[in-house]
């Protein structure tokens, strides 16, 4: 199993700026996922980052509104850019369990509301 | 595209009462099925999972059966407590266009558990 250690927990951020959330993992990981969770709503995919490419998005997400890093295999980050509330969610991310068998690990999450 | 459906929350039951939540799932092929849960102001965990047809999972008193033939993974349990309560997501494991396994819920479904 993996430990992952995102920060910050979470944040009020206002309108029009942008917020960087950090993923931390304690060991190497090919693949990395972003999602988001709206308020009462499911878990949706943004991305799937792998080191030393660019991140794929899901349809109905953007590179210049969900800009990710990736730059090595125990680091992560997310970008939410030019926020609106409807921004508004808690943002988790998650390693690849390497085989369909196995479950994903997740961080704790980012609640991020938008003010 | 593979998808989940979950029956719609929210789930009201007294103590000890018999639970069932209901889930199927749209996939090619046979993916593996997972019931994850978010206990209030806590992280995404795994409650249980199967790999392949008439496997059951079970933990915590959950039990879980996954069945091709109608292609659910439906989630009981005899007598639920009040820390039962939560939110359950159905989710299943597919791989990703870029490689590596993703995982894709269902819409969650919060069950209140009075005393």
């Known amino acids: 199993s993996a430990v992952i250690s995102q920060k910050p927990s979470r944040d009020i951020c206002q309108r029009g700026t942008s917020l960087t959330i950090q993923c931390q993992v304690d060991?190497?990981?090919?693949?990395m996922f972003w999602y988001r969770q709206q308020p009462g709503q499911s878990l949706t995919l943004i991305a799937t980052a792998n080191q030393g490419s660019e991140a794929t998005y899901e349809s109905g997400f953007v590179i210049d509104k969900f800009p990710i890093s990736r730059p090595n295999l125990t680091f992560s980050t997310l970008t939410v850019s030019n926020m609106s509330p409807e921004d508004s969610s808690i943002y988790l991310c998650?390693?690849?369990?390497?085989?369909?068998?196995?479950?994903?690990?997740f961080g704790q999450g980012t609640r991020l509301t938008v003010v | 595209g593979n998808s989940v459906t979950q029956m719609e929350g929210p789930v009201t039951l007294s103590e000890e009462a018999f639970l069932t939540i209901n889930c199927t799932y749209t996939a090619t092929g046979y993916p593996s099925l997972f019931w994850y849960v978010q206990y209030p102001g806590e992280g995404l965990q795994l409650l249980l999972k199967a790999t392949k047809a008439d496997d059951k999972g079970s933990n915590k008193g959950f039990e879980a059966t996954y069945r091709k033939e109608t292609t659910s993974f439906h989630l009981e349990k005899g007598s639920v407590q009040v820390s039962d309560s939560a939110v359950y997501f159905c989710a299943l494991s597919e791989k990703g266009g870029t490689g590596g396994f993703k995982t894709i819920f269902g819409a969650g479904t919060r069950l209140f558990v009075k005393a």
């Open positions: 998650s390693v690849d369990p390497g085989n369909m068998n196995t479950e994903a690990f």
């Open positions: 060991s190497q990981v090919t693949m």
